[in-house]
Nanobody, 114 residues
Framework: QVQLVELGGGLVQPGGSLTLSCAAP????????MAWYRRAPGKQRELVAD???????NYADSVKGRFTISRDNVKNMVYLQMKSLSPEDTAVYYC????????WGQGTQVTVSS
């Protein structure tokens, strides 16, 4: 069973910043694309950003210019730096390993509120 471990969620004020991290098994991580998804209350899960094994990135329109996805192929970690957060970013954020079989993290809550 592949385990993805997410860290970094929490409560942040509007306009604030937060960085999420996700650790994945090394062998799979280095050859796999990684992604962050989120599910807001009452909404379907949506793609936030993804990054290929080679480092090419893609972002949802709603987060372009505010969020940055990155990966460290030595530490087997993927990160999501989030800036200028708004209440609309409140959601459970999930790390996803996009391989022949996809694997999900357990999710981490991000709440943007004053």
């Amino acid at each position: 069973q592949v385990q993805l471990v997410e860290l970094g969620g929490g409560l942040v004020q509007p306009g604030g910043s937060l960085t999420l991290s996700c650790a994945a098994p090394g062998g799979l991580f280095r050859v796999s694309a990684m992604a962050w998804y989120r599910r807001a209350p009452g909404k379907q899960r949506e793609l936030v950003a993804d990054i290929t094994s080679g480092g090419s990135t893609n972002y949802a329109d709603s987060v372009k210019g505010r969020f940055t996805i990155s990966r460290d192929n030595v530490k087997n970690m993927v990160y999501l730096q989030m800036k200028s957060l708004s209440p609309e970013d409140t959601a459970v954020y999930y790390c996803y390993l996009r391989g022949a079989t996809g694997y999900w993290g357990q999710g981490t809550q991000v709440t943007v509120s004053s």
